[in-house]
Nanobody, 124 residues
Framework: QVQLVESGGGLVQVGGSLRLSCAAS????????MGWFRQAPGKGREFVAA????????SYADSVKGRFTISRDNAKNTVYLQMNSLKPEDTAVYYC?????????????????WGQGTQVTVSS
């Protein structure tokens, strides 16, 4: 069992930055690939980024490539999402997720554990 708690969301202006954190507890954090997803009102859950166990491999949705960076600190059991050049269409609830397989998955069904989400609102 893995418990995930996101933090760092908030209200930011267009072009601004935020860093989301996801703290994990429970089983060995380093044995899980981690992902970030988001869900805007009235829309489905959308893949944002993923990172492998050791952090050497990452994957991004085209919509955030070049603006967002996923990273992890296994010593702190934490995964991060640095979001720069934010746009109104980035407004959503952001979720972190853990997958027991060391693969970079964009399908939300591949993830075993989920956090409760943190709201990101980008105002114009």
């Amino acid at each position: 069992q893995v418990q995930l708690v996101e933090s760092g969301g908030g209200l930011v202006q267009v072009g601004g930055s935020l860093r989301l954190s996801c703290a994990a507890s429970g089983r060995t954090f380093s044995m899980y690939a981690m992902g970030w997803f988001r869900q805007a009102p009235g829309k489905g859950r959308e893949f944002v980024a993923a990172i492998s166990w050791g952090g050497s491999r990452t994957s991004y949705a085209d919509s955030v490539k070049g603006r967002f960076t996923i990273s992890r600190d296994n010593a702190k059991n934490t995964v991060y999402l640095q979001m720069n050049s934010l746009k109104p269409e980035d407004t959503a609830v952001y979720y972190c997720a853990a997958a027991s397989k060391n693969i970079l998955e964009s399908r939300w069904t591949a993830y075993d554990y989920w956090g409760q989400g943190t709201q990101v609102t980008v105002s114009s």
